[in-house]
């Protein structure tokens, strides 16, 4: 079965292109034109992507991030920013809401379909053996897709998920920030290294005991980051 995009945009013309383009790449396209009516077709289709617009009739972009993470039913479901804004705060604030990606106008619609298939492609995640990476009081299964701290389940969005695993994976190894983004999402983009560190920022709040003295996702300065191995 297809996966389904649900765009959302109050431009038709705009939820005209990307739907022809995402719809040519094999993907099944749902559309909303404001807040009200995208929140519905969240609940009841269930998308597998969300390309979002910011500026929106009624709900905004960001009211429609806020309740989507906060709902443990559907905080899962990836979302692509694509708007008009294009300052760095709100990247960051967009992406420290819980966005998995982030894509300003005037945008090549090819580079929409490219992020979309790439975010889908860490969701549907692939046909591999059960298994799980252990570190302190971490335990990352690979298979359910689950985070656990402490006995307590942690909910993760689909970049911080593939950034944790690329991490623990290799533990005790420096990644720049290039490399680590295109081992965990597959890919890099102009403005990486600010993107990165936002979901690294909203990484350590979920993981970490003490958020400004990290103990597993340590800074090495000048290069990027890495994962310290800890004994259960």
Known sequence: ?????LV???DRNIVRLVRSYLEQAGLTVLAAYDGETAMHAIKHDRPDLIVLDLMLPGRSGWDITRWLRADPHLADIPIL?????VEDEDKIQGLELGADDYLTKPFNPLEVVARSKAILRRTRGGLQPAHVLVSGGLRLDL???????DGQPVDLTRTEFALLKALMA?????FTR??????????SYEG????????IKNLRKKIEPDPAQPQYIETVFGVGYRFHEARA
Request: hydrophobic content about 35%; cysteine-free.
């Open 1 to 5: 079965m297809a996966q389904r995009v």
């Open 81 to 85: 920013m694509l708007t008009a804004r």
């Open 8 to 10: 959302v945009d109050d």
């Open 178 to 187: 290039e490399e680590l983004v295109e081992r965990a999402l597959g890919y």
């Open 143 to 149: 298979d359910q897709h689950t985070l656990e701290r």
């Open 192 to 199: 990486l290294e600010r993107t990165l560190d936002s979901h």
């Open 170 to 174: 290799q533990p005790n190894i420096a």
